[in-house]
Nanobody, 126 residues
Framework: QVRVMESGGGAVQAGGSLRLSCTAS????????MAWFRQAPGKEREMVAC?????????YYIDSEENRFTISRDNLKNTMNLQIHILKSEDSAMWYC??????????????????WGQGTLVIVSP
């Protein structure tokens, strides 16, 4: 069973940095594309960063955030991280880790193919 769990959220000041982590279990982690989604209050959930399976390790970012986010994976530890730089008010959101449970390994992937974590809340203060 594909399971992912997020950590690292919290209250932070605008302009600071934050690292979110995702721990995976129940599947061959290196074979799966992994992604981070963000859902701000009143807005739709959106994919902000994605990393392909370990054979290519290609990073994908939403256009507007390419310079602020860094996604990475550690296939030995079955973890994925997202480093967020220069936090903005719009980063106040629930952040979700997702695995493409179909095993295609490519990015981006639609929500219909995602196995979700519970989310971790980030609150950015002025």
């Amino acid at each position: 069973q594909v399971r992912v769990m997020e950590s690292g959220g919290g209250a932070v000041q605008a302009g600071g940095s934050l690292r979110l982590s995702c721990t995976a279990s129940g599947f061959s982690f290196g074979d799966y594309a992994m992604a981070w989604f963000r859902q701000a209050p009143g807005k739709e959930r959106e994919m902000v960063a994605c990393i392909t399976w370990s054979g290519s390790n290609t990073e994908y970012y939403i256009d507007s955030e390419e310079n602020r986010f860094t996604i990475s994976r550690d296939n030995l530890k079955n973890t994925m991280n997202l480093q967020i730089h220069i936090l903005k008010s719009e980063d106040s959101a629930m952040w979700y880790c997702a695995a493409d449970y179909t095993g295609w390994g490519t990015c981006p992937f639609p929500e219909s193919r995602a196995a979700w974590g519970q989310g971790t809340l980030v609150i950015v203060s002025p």
